[in-house]
């Protein structure tokens, strides 16, 4: 399945949902080494061609095509 990161695309395994953290990883690989980083990420062409938001901790049904936009928003 193919997601689009930042305009980029990534081949991510099938799976029903995809968590906060893999989209952010995706889009920025340091992530796991920046906790103090706060992201914000927004997603389009989701299941049944809806629009939304991916918060922290969270979750979003898996669509092959999705496209994500993930913005680091502040650090600390």
């Known amino acids: 399945?193919?997601?689009v990161v930042n305009g980029t695309p990534h081949e991510v395994p099938?799976?029903?949902?995809?968590?906060y953290v893999e989209v952010v990883t995706h889009a920025y690989p340091d992530y796991p080494q920046n906790?103090?980083?706060t992201y914000?990420?927004?997603y389009t062409r989701g299941h049944n061609d809806r629009d939304g938001i991916l918060s922290p901790g969270g979750t979003v049904k898996a669509k092959d095509g999705m496209?994500?936009?993930v913005n680091r928003t502040s650090e600390s």
């Open 35 to 37: 906790p103090g980083a």
């Open 1 to 3: 399945m193919t997601i």
């Open 67 to 69: 496209a994500f936009r």
């Open 40 to 42: 914000s990420v927004t």
């Open 14 to 19: 099938k799976k029903d949902e995809l968590t």
